[in-house]
């Protein structure tokens, strides 16, 4: 059972790349998230989607945009990557849509790098 | 507005002795709670969560927390570690979202323990 899967799991981009990150979650989860880690700051949410067609901003959002393609995959895209976005980015799911109480499974993570 | 406060950024320990890794909240409405621990190079994983009922939480790998309402805290406890115990924790706060029905979850900086022979 893979759980949740991410990819890539490092990437490097030069300022002004952009890029998508990729998570897929075979549980039939409701709810993904997107959050990002940064060194003594904890996690961060960035976007969120309760259910499959709908997306919400977090804690974190601008820079980025998602798309929740369909009830397993939630993506994460940077159009144009800056420095500030260099980070280790994590997707999660879990089984209700918002209901507050859940566990959350996370991805192995994604460290991307922006030069 | 709500926060989470882990107390201690790094707490190291030899092997065998107990710890404890502390954790404050502020919320003026009801909360989850919950601690996640990260493994180097790894997701989080659960490893208990308070909803309600009995105050002290029993998770996986011995750790155990104690919901205080009164002191807003909850403490993750372990009687005895081991050299495995050595990973990052997190302690998360949930709490419904003002004026939404969706929650909202927060989580602290976390709490690197390190486990020393």
């Known amino acids: 059972n893979a759980g949740v899967t991410q990819t890539p799991k490092f990437q490097v981009l030069k300022t002004g790349q952009s890029m998508t990150l990729q998570c897929a979650q075979d549980?039939?989860?409701?709810?993904m998230y997107w959050y990002r880690q940064d060194p003594g700051m904890g996690l961060r949410l960035i976007y969120y989607?309760?259910?499959?067609?709908?997306?919400d901003k977090g804690e974190v959002p601008n820079g980025y945009n998602v798309s929740r393609l369909n009830k397993r995959e939630f993506s994460l895209r940077l159009e144009s990557a800056a420095p500030s976005q260099t980070s280790v980015y994590f997707c999660?799911?879990?089984?209700?849509?918002?209901?507050?109480?859940?566990?959350?499974?996370f991805g192995s993570g994604t460290q991307l790098s922006v030069l | 507005a709500q926060s989470v406060t882990q107390l201690d950024s790094q707490v190291p320990v030899f092997e065998e002795a107990p710890v404890e890794l502390r954790c404050n909240y502020s919320?003026?409405?009801?909360?989850?709670l919950f601690w996640y621990v990260q493994y180097p190079n790894q997701g989080l994983q659960l490893l208990l969560k308070?909803?309600?009922?009995?105050?002290l939480v029993k998770g996986i790998n011995g750790f155990e927390a104690e919901f205080n309402k009164s002191q807003t805290s909850f403490h993750l406890r372990k009687p005895s570690v081991h050299i495995s115990d050595t990973a990052e924790y997190f302690c998360?706060?949930?709490?419904?979202?003002?004026?939404?029905?969706?929650?909202?979850?927060?989580f602290g900086k976390g709490t690197l323990l390190t486990v020393n022979p």
């Open positions: 999660a799911s879990s089984e209700g849509s918002g209901t507050g109480y859940e566990k959350l499974f």
């Open positions: 549980m039939n989860h409701n709810s």
């Open positions: 989607s309760a259910s499959e067609g709908t997306t």
């Open positions: 919320s003026s409405v009801s909360v989850y």
């Open positions: 308070y909803l309600s009922g009995s105050t």
């Open positions: 998360a706060v949930s709490r419904r979202d003002s004026g939404g029905s969706n929650y909202k979850l927060t």
